[in-house]
């Protein structure tokens, strides 16, 4: 790590050069490739600003402008051939920023020997043969070596009780990477608990029941995770700068929550601070089953707008249960993808229950998804199948449409509700949305008028543009409305097309104080198109398949959205 301070008043300080004293000894060829990353005022390690490669010296650029302590960190690629004890001598010699170059007159000097380091395939267990006992030592040894090789952690039967922690380990990479799984490869067979938890009543750096705490290219795979308290942030947190963690085929769970004095804990949480580079960028869950928590997964970003964003969040193939306010919250991420999730919401809930909390504007994909929410209850609860946010506005990113498609939302209302809406906008100033291909279906015991199958509400006053509505079967079965807006929100130019709808409400739409009918709303929005029809569905309450294809069968095929929620075709 190299500190640069810069003093006094500058209108820009672009450092153009770093120089090292040589790196290898003279007469050896060197085994490594040097890359000098910027962080700019943090002291996290991170890959996300790469300042130059090494060739004869470092040459970039930055652009400075307050006084202040900046860092560097020098990292190296190093070749597979690179011999164990090979040595390399780290000595920084000059900084050069404009016309001025400063010299290190006493400058500080490090030596590093490259050590073997741990690949291939280890046994844990407490079975006689096994590489290590425990999951614990197995992972300090790991990080104690470091890795040089793909390394494979393989679990024997049983349930393991303890506390892990997954820190940085030198040399993990997207092609030396580390896996944890049972030794059978079926979920299952092995259990992770930990009863040993110690409870932090404040502060931010709580740690979870069990951590992914800086590691990259992490899969955790065939494990089940499980407590039966609600003290931590999360059965298993991921912070510090993790990247690229793929969970695959794992089981989580704990008690269901509902509120925050009872502990909301998500079962899968990301945390990351407020420095500039600790993002968990590309995580990756698929095919894991999620029950009970407060959130089943729960992944947030930074919003505040001169920070890095967090990239990448792909949730495909899970099934939520039994979650008490949010199955799935991701907010402040570029670049997410939710496909083929199964969500059920029943029973006790906080007072607003969400299958889905996730924001827009920055490349969103909610594809194929089933939601059922039936039977909540607590204190008049509101029921939202897919609550759609505003993600705070960053200059350097290229806005990207968003794309919902081809996902069924079940709301069986009970009586004691506040509200139901199926799609839910809650912000203005949200752009290039496409809603396609989607069905609804709202019924129940509620009576009141207060549900919709697509609402748009907000705090503020703006548009919402660049809207698409096709294609999509909406009915609601209830006192309430197709589509609901309030005064605030303005719906600029939206497209509405071949969309098949039906309420057994008296109003068809309401916008703000105005209430439509169907042919009034038709008029206003311009979509002769679309028809109004009620439709049956084989099995009402598992998915909505319709019985009779005749009344959709005019719609005309979108590209965008080739097959259904099963992967077939649409008709041309």
Known sequence: KLAVTIEGDHNAVNIQRVDFA??????????AKLHLYATETSETFSTAKLYADHNNGFSGTTDYRKPGTYYFFLAADVAQTAPAAAQITVTPRSVTAGEETKTLDTPPTATFELQAGMHGDFTVGSASGAHYHSLKEAIDQLASRGIDGPVRLRLNAGTYDENFEIPAIAGL???NTLTIEPTSGHRGDVTLTNTRYIKKDYGDDKPGYFT???????TLRGLTFTTSKAQAPALLL???GSQHLTIEDCAFSAPRTTQHIQGDIALVGTHRGSQPYPNNDFLTIRNSQFSG???GVSSSGLGTIYLPVQHGATLEGNTFEDQGYKAIYLNCIADIAVRSNHILGSGDVNYQYQAMDISLGEGVEIIGNRVLIKDISGRNPSALGISLRRTTDHPQLVRKPSLLASNEVIIETSAKLSEAHAFSF???GLADIKLLHNSVLISGKYTGSNTASLSFTSKGTGKITGLEVKNNLWQNLTSGAIYKTIEKITL???VFADNVSYTAGKDFAKLGTKTLDSLAWKTQMNEPTSRTAKIEFVQPTESLLPKD???LSFAKALKDVPTDIVGTKHPE
């Open 293 to 295: 928590g407060y959130h």
């Open 549 to 551: 294809f005749a009344l």
């Open 22 to 31: 040589p790196f290898f000894a003279e007469g050896t060829t060197p085994w």
């Open 212 to 218: 992914i705490d800086g590691a990259d290219y992490v």
């Open 173 to 175: 990479s997207e092609t």
């Open 492 to 494: 600029e130019s939206p």
């Open 238 to 240: 991921v912070r510090n």
């Open 426 to 428: 809650t912000d203005e």
